[in-house]
């Protein structure tokens, strides 16, 4: 059956010729279209996104830790919060988080909605609380003729909340050079990128790092071989992971696998941000997640796949 | 009585036929198939969400087998069923259901179930990625141990064997175990990886790192594989689909008591429209029998009408009939009235005669005449001596002188009693005149003939003469300057006459002050003649003022009560009019005549 398909598929192939080609049967999915959004829903959100009244002293905006010139998230290990604390956690990029089936490190909420909620109300985070927000925007004659305009009701929590979520739907990053190649465009990479696809699927990052975001369907537990918190140091009870969440011990130092999408982009990596390069990520991910010792060939060769990962973002307003 | 009756009823039967309406408004409203779509729409959002998690059973199973190495189709139906089991709460939420207990056991237990079933999912994803790629990495591993072996020229060649079957084993034995999760096969891999442990101190140092990566991979297949087992019993012992089954199993349930309902109400339905067709015939032939009944009734009342109409008309007739003749005797009656006036006058002038006949009677038989006689007696006794007899004789000589004064007496006799025959030859004439004067009015028409009013008045006065004269009425009159005139003699006669009359008789029981009737004629505004008879007798009562002229009205014991009636139908005929006025009872009438003034053209 398998075979059939395979034979199909190369005289399929045979066939088109230089035409476009037929996309690849691969564990890893391109990215997929935005779905439609209502443009004056995103336009209210593109505001609210870069808005630092949001944030209870007006310091902080989505935007201020999502930068979305730097992959959707900043360089810090950890941001700041409004008050300057730095965050228990590293800002994870907002870029393609739609397509994550949890938000946060810790998978706490599932919607983008439920996440702004979490974000604003945090007293680490922006600190800030609803009543305040709405206030703050229904005093501005702005937002209310544009939520008058763009829903039914007035300023409401709900429909910032839904604003926001309908412009970071819209945050995608498409046509990364890994994207066309699985579309069809078998051209577009380099042989040691293919090798280097081909040695992230055999040493078993696929294994969790796979799906249309390359990441973000499943959880996992941070330190299958070996203890790295231990190993790193000074455990904080963010490192606890889902464990804050569901309490169950199975789920101590469990996280939502990242999306691996722009990850060239976004260092440093991990939780605790403790990964300040590709190569130090890659190699503890080696060491604690797959128990193996690659030669040095083959982790270059993953690295130069993984820059492939890199799409582009316009901001269109 | 009958027709209230029979009112009511219809009314009834009209108030149960709206009633019925409403009941069968209110029995389609509430067998409305609004549950039936809510039913059919549930059962198929519940059995979308059986088929997403039998999908989600296939992609567990798909990884499980390490067909399938993306998670994605384990996050999508998931998320779908979310989806559908929103759709589906929000549904069933503005629709209520008949036992609210079991529902929301139903509800809870599903939505416990997939919680439970998510959370094992979610801990299957990761031990499951953890064992795929360690088992996957096994035959790797353990080829490069063996190629590191064979490439090892120094070491005894049994004891190499040794150690490569070993390692093969543990890794067979770690293969098994992942087919055949046993504990026997447990402890083959303990012995194996403890053999692995003792191979490994008895080889070179660079041997040390693949052999501790393949014992850690094979350590977390022996960790994970029973986990990933145990993970997927208890997602199989899920009751998801037994949740799923018992919601649509309630749904069928109500379903079912809705479908009796409805038949119930259908049922009811039926009847109802049964008695409400009944209801409306009824209502219809008593309309029908209505109608005809109206019908009858106004046909009727036809008839009735005509007849009525001509027995108005009969009695009109007679109406009018009586009051001709009741014209006709009042006409009589005052021609009557005339007559005595007329006979009475008559009288009167006839004592007059009477007496001057007496008298010429009397004068004739105290006449001297038969002095005469007595002398022509003394002359015839002497015939031969005549002449001596009357110069010789005693007697004889005194006959001339006697015969002298007899002449003289005769003479003056004669002329007594030609003065008496005068007298009553005037009388005579008197008479003469009255009669004709009676007879001038009597029965004559409606006739405009010149006259004078003043002399009418005189006539009417005259005719009353007698009585005006008995009762000591005493007349003034008061004529204007009025021309003479085009009139019908006889109907102002007549009116005049009962005016007076009236008068008369008002006045009749007055005693302590003289009786006085005021005549009055003139003309007014050069178009009308006014005659106005007025007396101050005993007045009108206000509440009589209206009703003077109404016919058969009176105030006098023998009167008839259409005198002042057919005065004023008189003067209407005479396209005139008849007016009264009194200050009160006691302070005396005022009637006055209108008639317009139609002057006698001069000299015609």
Known sequence: MKAARYALTLLLCGLAADAAAAPLDEPLKPLPDVPKQDSARVKLGRQLFNDPRLSTNNTLSCASCHQLDKGGADTRAFSQGFDGQPLPVNTPSVFNARLNFRQFWDGRVETLEEQSDKVITSPHEMGSSWDTVVQRLSDDPGYRQGFGAAYPDAVTKANIQNALASYERTLATPDSRFDQYLKGNTEILTLDEKYGYQRFKDYGCIACHQGVNIGGNMFQKFGVFGDYIADRGNPTEADQGRFNVTGDEADRAVFKVPSLRNVALTAPYFHDGSAPTLERAVDVMFKYQLGRMPSDEDKALIIQFLKTLSGHWEDTP | ?604
């Not at chain 2, 009823?9 to 409203?29: N, R």
């Not at chain 2, 692995?196 to 660079?206: E, G, T």
């Not at chain 2, 009586?322 to 009235?337: F, N, P, T």
């Open chain 2, 1 to 604: 009585m009958m027709n209230v009756s029979r009112r009511a009823s219809l009314l009834l039967v009209g108030l149960i036929a709206v009633v019925l309406a409403s009941i069968l408004v209110f029995l389609y409203l509430k067998s409305n198939s609004e549950q039936t779509t809510t039913y059919t729409e549930s059962r198929d959002l519940i059995r979308q969400i059986k088929q997403q998690d039998s999908l989600w059973e296939n992609e567990i199973l798909k990884a499980r087998v390490a067909i399938s190495h993306n998670y994605d189709p384990l996050v999508s139906p998931m998320n779908e069923m979310n989806r559908l089991w929103q759709r589906f709460d929000s549904m069933e939420a503005d629709h209520g259901r008949n036992d609210p207990g079991k529902w929301e056991d139903a509800h809870g237990g599903f939505l416990k179930a997939m919680e439970e079933k998510t959370r094992l999912v979610e801990r299957f994803k990761s031990h499951n990625a953890l064992l795929r790629n360690s088992l996957a990495f096994l035959p790797t591993a353990e080829d490069d141990i063996q190629v590191q072996l064979a490439s090892l020229s120094d070491l005894d060649k049994l004891q190499m064997q040794n150690i490569a079957t070993d390692t093969y084993d543990l890794l067979l034995s770690a293969l098994e175990f992942a087919q055949v999760t046993s504990a026997d096969k447990a402890a083959d891999i303990e012995v194996g990886l403890s053999k692995l442990a003792v191979n490994a101190q008895r080889l070179p140092a660079d041997f040390q790192t693949p052999i501790k990566i393949v014992s850690n991979h094979i350590g977390l297949i022996l960790r994970e594989q029973p986990i990933v087992n145990e993970l997927l019993e208890q997602i199989e012992a899920i009751p998801s689909a037994e949740r799923l089954d018992n919601i649509t199993n309630l749904l069928d349930l109500d379903q079912q008591q809705a479908e009796k309902v409805n038949r119930q109400y259908h049922f009811y339905l039926l009847v109802f429209s049964v008695l409400l067709m009944l209801s409306l015939l009824w209502l219809a032939i008593s309309l029908i029998r209505s109608f005809a009944e109206i019908n009858r009734i106004n046909s009727a009342l036809q008839t009735a009408n005509e007849v009525l109409e001509q027995r108005v008309e009969e009695r009109t007739q007679e109406l009018k009939n009586a009051q001709s003749e009741l014209l006709d005797s009042a006409r009589q009656a005052g021609m009557a009235e005339i007559a005595t006036n007329v006979l009475h006058n008559v009288g009167n002038v006839l004592n007059s005669v009477n007496i001057s006949s007496d008298l010429i009677a009397r004068k004739l038989r105290a006449s001297k005449t038969q002095g005469l006689g007595k002398a022509m007696q003394m002359i015839n006794e002497h015939p031969d001596d005549l002449g001596h007899f009357l110069t010789q004789d005693d007697k004889g000589k005194l006959l001339p002188g006697y015969l002298n004064q007899l002449v003289g007496a005769i003479a003056a006799e004669q002329q007594e009693m030609v003065d008496e025959l005068n007298q009553m030859n005037k009388s005579v004439d008197h008479i003469k005149d009255i009669v004709a004067t009676q007879q001038s009015y009597a029965g004559a028409n409606s006739l405009a003939e010149p006259l004078y009013i003043s002399q009418m008045l005189e006539d009417a006065l005259r005719m009353n003469a007698g009585a005006l004269t008995r009762h000591h009425v005493t007349v003034v009159k008061e004529y204007g300057d009025v021309p003479q005139v085009m009139g019908d003699k006889h109907r102002l006669l007549l009116i005049l006459i009962n005016l007076i009359s009236n008068a008369k008789y008002a006045m009749s029981d007055l005693n302590n002050r003289p009786r006085t009737i005021t005549l009055g004629a003139r003309v007014v505004d050069d178009n009308f003649l006014e005659i106005s008879v007025k007396d101050d007798g005993e007045g009108i009562a206000p509440e009589n003022m209206t009703r003077i002229f109404a016919h058969g009205f009176t105030t006098r014991k023998e009167g008839h009560g259409f005198g002042l009636h057919s005065c004023a139908l008189a003067a209407i005929e005479m396209n005139g009019h008849l007016t009264a006025h009194s200050d009160g009872p006691g302070l005396g009438a005022l009637f006055t005549l209108q008639i317009p003034l139609i002057k006698v053209t001069e000299d015609a």
